[in-house]
C-alpha cells in the first residue's frame, strides 16, 4: 500500500540555521503531496503542497520540490527562527471514487534554539 | 469566521465507558474525517464520510462509530471495545474536488 517515510527526529538546529526534513513516499502514479505543520497542542496547518512531478511548493520561507525520480519531497528553509518549532508532517494524497484521503508520515519534531 | 471546532479540548474517561468526541464545520465541505494521532506514529485514519448518511472505514476503525446526519456535523464515538483509547484526536474537512484538508485543534482523550 501507500506509504510516507519520514526523517527521523528530534532535529535541533540553532536560529538561522539550514532546515531540510527528509520526506519519500512509496506509491503507484502520482499522488499530490503535502507539508503540514502541528504547533503544541493545535491541530494541523497546511504549510504547502505539490499536486504533480517538478512543482516546488513555498510559503513562510519554506520549500519543497516534487521529485518523481527519487518519490521524494524533501522539506528546507535557507534560516530557520524560534517560531519554526513544531511538528512538521509529510503527507500524499489521492483522489479516489469514494473519497479522497491523507496518508501521513511519521511526523518530524524540530526545535529551533536562540 | 468559518472553519472546524472539536469540543471538548480534553476529556476523560473510566474504562468500561463510551464517550463521543464531537466535531462541527461551517465551512459547507462535503468531506469529513477522523485521525488518531500517537506519539511517533503518526495520524491514522479511523472514519471518513464523503456525503450525509455515508461513511467508511479507516484504517483503524475498530472499537470506532460515527454518524452523519447532518452536513456540518460528524461525531466520533469510542466505544469500549477499543482496547487503547487514549490518544489525540483530529478532525478534519474538505470541499470536493479541492486538495486542502482543514483540520480541528483536536480532543485528547485520557483513559482513567
Known amino acids: 500500500g501507500d506509504s510516507v517515510t519520514q526523517m527521523e527526529g528530534p532535529v535541533t538546529l540553532s536560529e538561522e540555521a539550514f532546515l531540510t526534513i527528509n520526506c519519500t513516499y512509496t506509491?503507484?502514479?502520482?499522488?499530490?503531496l503535502f507539508w503540514y505543520v502541528q504547533y503544541p497542542g493545535e491541530g494541523l496547518q497546511l504549510l504547502l503542497k505539490a499536486t504533480k512531478a517538478d512543482d516546488k511548493g513555498s510559503n513562510k520561507g519554506f520549500e519543497a520540490t516534487y521529485r518523481k525520480e527519487t518519490t521524494s519531497f524533501h522539506l528546507e528553509k535557507g534560516s530557520v527562527q524560534v517560531s519554526d518549532s513544531a511538528v512538521y508532517f509529510c503527507?500524499?494524497?489521492?483522489?479516489?471514487?469514494?473519497?479522497?484521503?491523507?496518508?501521513f508520515g511519521e511526523g518530524t519534531q524540530l526545535t529551533v534554539n536562540p | 469566521d468559518g472553519g472546524i471546532t472539536q469540543s471538548p479540548k480534553y476529556l476523560f474517561r473510566k474504562e468500561g465507558q463510551n464517550v463521543t468526541l464531537s466535531c462541527e464545520q461551517n465551512l459547507n465541505h462535503d468531506a469529513m474525517y477522523w485521525y488518531r494521532q500517537d506519539p511517533g506514529q503518526g495520524l491514522r485514519l479511523i472514519y471518513y464520510?464523503?456525503?450525509?448518511?455515508?461513511?467508511q472505514k479507516g484504517d483503524i476503525a475498530e472499537g470506532y462509530s460515527v454518524s452523519r446526519e447532518k452536513k456540518e456535523s460528524f461525531p466520533l464515538t469510542v466505544t469500549s471495545a477499543q482496547k487503547n483509547p487514549t490518544a489525540f484526536y483530529l478532525c478534519?474537512?474538505?470541499?470536493?474536488?479541492?486538495?486542502?484538508?482543514?483540520f480541528g485543534q483536536g480532543t485528547r482523550l485520557t483513559v482513567v
Open positions: 506509491a503507484t502514479g502520482y499522488p499530490s
Open positions: 503527507a500524499l494524497r489521492w483522489k479516489e471514487t469514494s473519497g479522497s484521503r491523507l496518508t
Open positions: 478534519a474537512s474538505n470541499a470536493q474536488g479541492s486538495t486542502e484538508a482543514f
Open positions: 464520510s464523503q456525503i450525509v448518511n455515508d461513511f
